[in-house]
């Protein structure tokens, strides 16, 4: 079974910093999906990373593929407090099955 | 709103009964998803519909949960004979046709069992 794995879980940063989310993932995709998720709703869809090399930005947010290293990144500039939700990355093995990462719950500190 | 719903939006019911959720994807999206997540953790798949015909099951799905698309459009999931286990979010995605497999999630259905 596809295994995918995000790190930090947890993620409290203050307003106007940077920093990256990893989602690492143990057999071979091609496609990455990254969802955002506000307390008590269902899942947005942010990036969706087609092949290795791809980046993504939108707003505050830039999503990057290495499909060699089975790794994606989320990285956050100059972080807002509209940032905080929780981040989900996922894949798909065949493109029928999709596997998610426990999310980064990320908290946004003024 | 992504065009997906879900019906009900809670439901609470006592151990022993049985339950069954709705769920209306995009209107021209074939592929149809069913996924549970608990609290802290990330969806996990249920099972998924291309058109009407059910493609994959996960193994963890156990006897007790079926789901139907009987026309190609909306979906039903049920559970029966319910455990305080199955206490999670619902939630429901659909995938339109040779796009790019990004899934849009309806609001989910929360279930409580008692």
């Known amino acids: 079974e596809l295994k995918v794995e995000q790190n930090p879980l947890f993620l409290s940063m203050q307003e106007g910093k940077n920093y990256t989310i990893y989602c690492n993932y143990s057999?071979?995709?091609?496609?990455l999906y990254w969802y955002r998720q506000d307390p008590g709703k269902s899942l947005e869809s942010l990036f969706v990373l087609l092949s290795n090399g791809a980046v993504k930005q939108e707003g505050r947010l830039m999503a990057s593929l290495d499909t060699k290293a089975r790794l994606s990144t989320l990285h956050i500039t100059a972080a807002v407090h509209d940032l905080s939700a929780t981040y989900f990355c996922?894949?798909?093995?065949?493109?029928?099955?999709?596997?998610f990462g426990t999310g980064t719950s990320l908290t946004v500190i003024p | 709103d992504t065009g997906v719903s879900q019906d009900p939006r809670h439901k609470i019911t006592k151990r022993g009964q049985n339950v069954t959720f709705r769920c209306d994807p995009i209107?021209?999206?074939?592929?149809l998803y069913w996924y549970r997540q608990t609290l802290g953790q990330g969806p996990e798949f249920l099972t998924y519909?291309?058109?009407?015909?059910?493609?994959?099951k996960s193994r963890l799905l156990s006897d007790r949960f079926s789901a139907e698309r009987p026309k190609g459009s909306f979906s039903t999931l049920e559970i029966q004979r319910t455990e305080q286990g199955d206490s999670a979010m619902y939630l429901c995605?659909?995938?339109?046709?040779?796009?790019?497999?990004?899934?849009?999630f309806g609001p989910g259905t929360r279930l409580t069992v008692l």
């Open positions: 057999t071979t995709s091609d496609r």
């Open positions: 209107s021209e999206h074939n592929r």
């Open positions: 996922a894949v798909s093995n065949t493109g029928n099955q999709f596997y």
């Open positions: 519909f291309q058109n009407e015909a059910q493609l994959e």
């Open positions: 995605a659909s995938i339109r046709a040779g796009g790019t497999d990004t899934q849009y």
